[in-house]
């Protein structure tokens, strides 16, 4: 498939070059533009036929990078989500701990580096966050694991990806160990 798939994404008008690994260790799909080619067509047309093979939904959340503006004063942290090269610079602090990394641009790793620094700074046993999904009824899920249960958050997509993000992350971090493990989208 994967062959006939690289085949077709390199027909969409715009698309310079593809490579396309579903199999091994950093698989995906890797696409570069011709210079001066529309950037929000190209995109639309590779998810439409990405949909058409099965490799990704045809719903797909926006993801602005920027300052989470809701969903965090439940603990207590400031969390700031930056944009970089090919990746994300996650901060997390409180009125006195700092903690920050840098992650690759993928949901599972900006999850994953939020909950690293978030437990950081509240002084908290690390949370292994173990998936990020988005259902079809747009709603990001995501699943920790506190060493000895798994515990879920659930928050809409509708006010941006970085809210919801944060949203699902904190109410993991902050839900671990209680009995109540499964959350309600707010």
Do not use: K
């Not at 798939?5 to 260790?25: K, N, Y």
Request: glycine share 14%; proline share 3%; with cysteine.
């Amino acid at each position: 498939m994967s062959s006939s798939l690289a085949s077709r994404l390199e027909d969409i008008p715009g698309v310079a070059s593809v490579v396309v690994d579903l199999e091994g260790f950093g698989r995906g799909i890797d696409v570069r533009l011709e210079p001066g080619a529309d950037e929000t067509l190209v995109m639309e047309r590779l998810r439409a036929l990405l949909a058409a093979y099965g490799v990704r939904s045809e719903r797909r959340p926006r993801r602005e990078v920027g300052r989470a503006t809701r969903s965090v004063s439940n603990l207590g942290v400031d969390v700031t989500i930056t944009p970089t090269d090919g990746g994300a610079r996650i901060e997390a602090a409180t009125g006195s701990v700092r903690s920050s990394r840098v992650v690759a641009e993928d949901a599972m790793a900006v999850a994953q580096g939020l909950a690293d620094v978030w437990c950081q700074v509240i002084g908290r046993v690390p949370i292994e966050i173990v998936s990020v999904e988005v259902g079809e009824d747009g709603l990001l899920s995501v699943v920790g694991n506190d060493g000895g249960e798994h515990i879920r958050g659930v928050r809409e997509i509708g006010d941006g990806w970085v809210d919801a993000l944060t949203g699902a992350v904190g109410d993991v971090i902050g839900h671990a160990g209680r009995p109540d493990m499964e959350l309600a989208a707010s």
